[in-house]
């Protein structure tokens, strides 16, 4: 990994200490030596460096200087028909990556409503897989995870300046012809499963004014589906044209 993340209940002022399988992760993952620094940051807090202060091998004592803001965060609100547990985590992954600001989970009209009750969305689980992916990119703040039974209460819950959900039908556009997208713009963006978002969902998108977009003929994994158009949206966003 490129830097070390922990917890903020693992930190005494400067100091976290890893124990136990924490202690085992860092020795897997990170490998740092006592006396050597590596760059870190606290779960929803800052960033910095770590310097290994004593390491066994089910306790890690790291001091920590820690000066820098997290990375700025990209406006954007991903709703999404919650998908099979391995593809909840693919997501949680690209979201946190792309440092966008929320992620919806959505029990959507062709899912199995059992997917919604997943392992992978408990708190504590979705969090450490999120950290691993702030690790990587070395940042401090995961997007917000929020779980909806239903989409309109999702809907009625958002205030996006722009709604966008991906749709096979004929009407739907590409994203890159949908118009600029400022950098500090509010969007949210809806990604269904494989087999698409039902009718009645559609007609609410609509009525919650939700511009259709499409990814072409192909049929995509919620999760590639996720990443595609997050990364498109990423780069609409950082047009030179855009202000």
């Known amino acids: 990994m490129n830097s070390i993340v922990v917890f903020p209940e ?14 085992r992760y860092f020795h ?47 406006p954007t609100t991903l709703i999404v028909a919650v998908p099979r547990p391995q593809s909840i985590k693919r997501v949680l992954q690209f979201g946190t990556l792309l440092g966008i600001k929320r992620i ?20 504590e689980r979705y969090k450490m897989e999120m950290a691993k992916s702030l690790e990587q990119c070395f940042d401090a703040v995961a997007p917000e995870v929020q779980k909806f039974y239903s989409l309109r209460p999702c809907l009625e819950a958002l205030a996006p300046s722009r709604g966008l959900v991906a749709d096979t039908s004929p009407g739907a556009r590409p994203l890159a012809t949908v118009g600029a997208v400022h950098g500090d713009e ?29 990814l072409g003929a192909r049929i995509l994994r919620v999760d590639s589906a996720t990443a595609v158009l997050l ?10 044209t855009q202000s």
């Open 231 to 240: 990364s498109q949206l990423k780069l609409l966003r950082e047009l030179p």
């Open 28 to 74: 897997e993952f990170h490998g740092a030596k006592e006396g050597e620094s590596l760059p870190a940051s606290v779960y929803g807090g800052t960033r910095g460096r770590a310097t290994v202060e004593s390491s066994a091998a089910d306790r890690v004592t790291l001091r920590l200087s820690l000066d820098d803001r997290p990375l700025p965060r990209d």
């Open 104 to 123: 919806c989970f959505v029990r959507a009209d062709n899912v199995q409503p059992s997917y919604l009750s997943s392992r992978e969305l408990e708190a």
């Open 186 to 214: 509010e969007v949210a963006l809806a990604v269904g499963c494989e087999a698409g978002w039902s009718e009645r969902e559609l007609e609410l998108f609509q009525a919650f004014r939700f511009t259709p977009i499409s």
């Open 10 to 23: 693992e930190v005494v002022e400067d100091v976290a200490l890893l124990a136990g399988e924490r202690a």
